[in-house]
């Protein structure tokens, strides 16, 4: 098992910027990919961005590509958002994803894909 818990939600204003840290404990040996997803009120879970599990390669859903960075820190089972250039419409619940890969390059990004889920820390950009 794995768990993951995420780090860094707030109240923002738009325009700001914002970064979130998700922390991975447990059977971390293994390679792990990673994903950001996030929730708004009323709405399916969406994906935001993902990074293969050698780090190397990442991908960004359209609405937040440009904007967002993924990144993470496999020596210290870390993965992070940044998030500049808030928008009213990123708020959210946003959760940190994890699932045990053999492919290092791949990158998942559909919810189905992820083993392991952390609790969902909120983000909120006001107008």
């Known amino acids: 098992q794995v768990q993951l818990v995420e780090i860094g939600g707030g109240l923002v204003q738009a325009g700001d910027s914002l970064r979130l840290s998700c922390a991975a404990s447990?059977?971390?040996?293994?390679?792990?990919?990673k994903a950001w997803f996030r929730q708004a009120p009323g709405k399916e879970r969406e994906f935001v961005a993902a990074?293969?599990?050698?780090?190397?390669?990442?991908d960004y859903g359209d609405s937040v590509n440009g904007r967002f960075t993924i990144s993470g820190d496999n020596a210290k089972n870390m993965v992070y958002l940044q998030m500049n250039s808030l928008k009213p419409e990123d708020t959210g619940v946003y959760y940190c994803?994890?699932?045990?890969?053999?492919?290092?390059?791949?990158?998942?990004?559909?919810?189905?894909?992820?083993?392991?889920w952390g609790q969902g820390t909120q983000v909120t950009v006001s107008s």
């Open positions: 990074i293969s599990g050698n780090g190397a390669g990442t």
């Open positions: 447990g059977r971390t040996g293994f390679m792990y990919a």
């Open positions: 994803a994890a699932t045990s890969t053999r492919f290092a390059a791949y990158i998942y990004t559909r919810s189905e894909s992820y083993d392991y």
